[in-house]
């Protein structure tokens, strides 16, 4: 029950926490002092609904592009399976060696996406990767049929506009004025609360606490989910895209092209065996 109640990464739940906590503090001294100079007023309530109301826009917009970011690795691996699928069909009807070159290729591709979007670094080798499938293709051209050309380079085209469009989620910024509206509020709303007298401090401190923890936390949640593409220090944070995918896409092609270059040792291996017979 545990295991399915309380799941995810609890970055954000422990990030928000000393906010929340300064603020419950903050209150106590303020309290002590007696500088609670704000009475009381059912405006309150409204304040308070009108931040949730803004940070729930927000959070519409960017749950919308975080569930386009998730298909998107998952995409550039259909892709590359796609490639070497006609990789694999070249190579039985042909046996040309840019078939392994291509295979090669694909697996570099996969390697250099998920480093680009681990560690920050090297977008333009991802595109220089993508284009050196141009050197394989062209042999396959004359020797292949044309729908067979066609569908290489569509799906090489997909992987670079997905890419692409990988890069675009990342580097730009989901309406930057309501984060900032957004974030002052919950700064104001913040303040107010801890200059307000509520009368009875225990009650107080648990509901100021827990109003606190809850706009800060969100507040943490859209920038995160913002970018889904951040991966600080190479890591996944709470709400980034998992490349597993990518991972096993990797996996998946070495083991084909273990395969096809196993599969010319076996008849010589056959050979020599009916010789010694």
Known sequence: MTKHLFRG????????????????????????????????????????????????????????????????????????????????????ELKLPEAKTTLQQLIEISRSIRMWLMQDRGFDDVLSDIRALNGPFRVFAPAIQAGFTTRLKSEQAAIRKLVIRMDTMRRTSYVAAGYLIAEVTAFLLALILIFTDMEMLAPTLCLVGLIAYLLFYLVGLIRDLDNPFEYRNGKPGAADVNLEVLERNEDRLRALLGSLDAAPAAPAALGETTATT
Not at 11 to 35: N, Q, S, T
Request: glycine content about 8%; aromatic content about 8%; overall charge negative.
């Open 9 to 92: 990464n609890p970055r954000l739940l422990l990030g928000a926490l000393p906010f929340a906590a300064a603020v419950v503090l903050l209150k106590v001294i303020v309290h002590a002092l007696g500088a609670e100079w704000l009475d009381l007023s059912p405006l309150l309530a409204g304040a308070i609904a009108a931040e949730v109301f803004i940070l729930g826009f927000l959070l519409a917009g960017t749950a919308g592009d975080f569930k386009e970011a998730e298909r998107l690795p998952g995409e550039v691996a259909a892709s590359l399976e796609t490639i070497a699928d006609e990789c694999l069909i070249t190579y039985d």
